[in-house]
């Protein structure tokens, strides 16, 4: 009974955690004025594969919406980089803007999961058959497992969007987001993605 518990109780928990969610967002007013001729897509890293990881998947993801958009480890590969040079990674590829995704942080949180009860059917036969006097079979409910109320440990973990017109330095947009941290990064990188992305859509900068 004991591992039916910890089974119902892992998947209480996996249910909980599957997409990342925006914890603040902003734009400039006249930002949908400006027409903009592509965007720079720069994931800050202290790896490189994340780096390339991130910033393939974005951009991809950007040009699936009609977005021009370019990795910024294809134009410069470093991993010290100075304004200077995202200016000139910018100017190399022809794009007006620079979209900037960092680390934001983790944190720690107790959260209580209400219990919940599970419960299987059980065919019975019936010889009478109800309403039309013939036999049948018809499901009987029992419980196959409960969870109390449990409280677990939850850690997030949070990137930050910016988006900059590069020749005025000026911030044009920007999204927080946060996710329940997970062994599966791939699938976290899909999620943030698809956060910002559809952030990007409510705020009318992508189709």
């Keep these: 009974m004991k591992t039916i518990l910890t089974l119902l109780a892992a998947m209480l928990l996996s249910a909980c955690a599957s997409q990342a969610n925006i914890t603040y967002a902003w734009k400039a007013d006249d930002i949908v004025e400006k027409d903009r001729e ?4 720069l994931a800050v890293a202290k790896k490189a594969e994340p780096r390339q990881r991130f910033e393939s998947a974005f951009t991809e993801a950007l040009s699936r ?5 370019v990795s910024s480890y294809t134009v410069n590969p470093s991993m010290k980089l100075e304004k200077a040079d995202v200016v000139a990674m910018a100017q190399e590829a022809n794009v007006d803007t620079v979209l900037v995704t960092l680390f934001a ?25 109800g309403y039309y006097g013939r036999g049948g079979v018809y ?5 196959v497992g409960h969870v109390p109320d449990f409280y677990a440990e939850h850690k997030s973990i949070h990137l930050e969007a910016n988006l900059y017109d590069v020749e005025t330095e ?17 699938a976290m990188v899909e999620a ?15 189709h």
Excluded: C, M
Excluded at 38 to 41: E, I, N, P, R, T
Excluded at 106 to 125: C, F, M, N, Q
């Design 38 to 41: 592509g965007v720079l897509v």
């Design 65 to 69: 919406h009609g977005v021009r958009a």
């Design 105 to 129: 942080g983790r944190d720690k949180s107790e959260v209580l999961h209400p219990g919940r009860t599970y419960y299987g059917i059980a065919p019975v036969y019936s010889p009478t058959g």
């Design 139 to 143: 499901g009987v409910p029992f419980e």
């Design 170 to 186: 000026q911030h044009l947009w920007q999204a927080a987001s946060g996710i329940e941290e997970s062994d599966d990064n791939a």
């Design 192 to 206: 943030f993605i698809d956060a910002f992305i559809k952030q990007l859509q409510q705020d009318g900068l992508v």
